[in-house]
């Protein structure tokens, strides 16, 4: 297993550095958590309480806008492999595609959590509000977590999609859809209905982010957040297999 992995780890290592849009990854969450920290009089009104926008779309802003960046670039990388016949010539080869998926998209993961890191010290330059204490730790692995999701979305994608075209199209559709119903910007409670109950479960990353929130902003243990992780769990196991399916090593 070893043989087979650390030479396209190392390659896939290189390819990513190598991709302008890595760069643009990283800095563009920045950015634009910057300019939401230098708005002010934002927030949220419950009642006769009122909670800053910006402390509570930072912890979700620097999940989301790294892992819709990332998907982006993924989802373009895995699609033109397709494109360019790379499938076909993997498929002699002992490579499985749940190893190529996993390797890719480790690749990847060490980046996300150092730019929603980068993200989350920006905004508290700026104004955010965040719980200072031992347990921001557990962010690594939840954030790990999400951008390991993505990821594996991305592959599923690229594999049910006929075309690079296709693809971008699907995957920006999805990740605007994501937007609105994973709690990143706006309550999920506020959600009409029987919404605010069935989203967290029916939605990617809306537990986990409901995790990291509340981890980020009240300095709690990941332990109060055990069906949140559970549920998010769930789901990498279902896009990770899902990606495992649809991007084969065809000749097709």
Do not use: H
Not at 23 to 39: D, K, N, S, T
């Amino acid at each position: 297993m070893t043989t087979q992995t650390m030479p396209l780890f190392r390659a896939s290592w290189k390819m990513m550095l190598r991709s302008r849009g890595v760069i643009f990854a990283v800095l563009a969450a920045a950015v634009q958590v910057v300019v939401l920290g230098l708005m002010g009089d934002l927030g949220f009104g419950f009642g006769d309480q009122t909670l800053d926008f910006f402390d509570y779309v930072l912890p979700g802003f620097a999940v989301f806008l790294v892992v819709y960046q990332l998907q982006d670039i993924m989802v373009a990388v895995a699609s033109s492999y397709k494109a360019r016949g790379i499938l076909k010539r993997l498929a002699t080869t002992p490579l499985s595609p749940f190893t190529f998926i996993g390797v890719q998209t480790l690749t990847y993961v060490g980046l996300g959590v150092v730019a929603s890191a980068l993200v989350l010290t920006i905004g508290k330059l700026v104004g955010g509000k965040l719980a200072l204490a031992a347990n921001l730790l557990w962010l690594i692995p939840l954030v790990a977590l999400v951008v390991l999701t993505a990821l594996a979305i991305a592959f599923a994608i690229a594999g049910l999609t006929p075309n690079p075209q296709t693809a971008a199209n699907v995957g920006a559709t999805i990740s605007f859809l994501l937007f609105g119903f994973t709690g990143v910007m706006l309550p999920v409670e506020a959600l009409p209905g029987a919404l605010p109950d069935i989203v967290p479960y029916a939605v990617p990353y809306t537990s986990l982010i409901e995790a990291i929130r509340g981890i980020a902003l009240t300095g709690d243990s990941i332990t109060a957040y055990g069906e949140q992780v559970l549920v998010g769990g769930v789901w990498l196991a279902i896009a990770f297999a899902v990606a495992a399916i649809s991007y084969r090593f065809t000749e097709e």
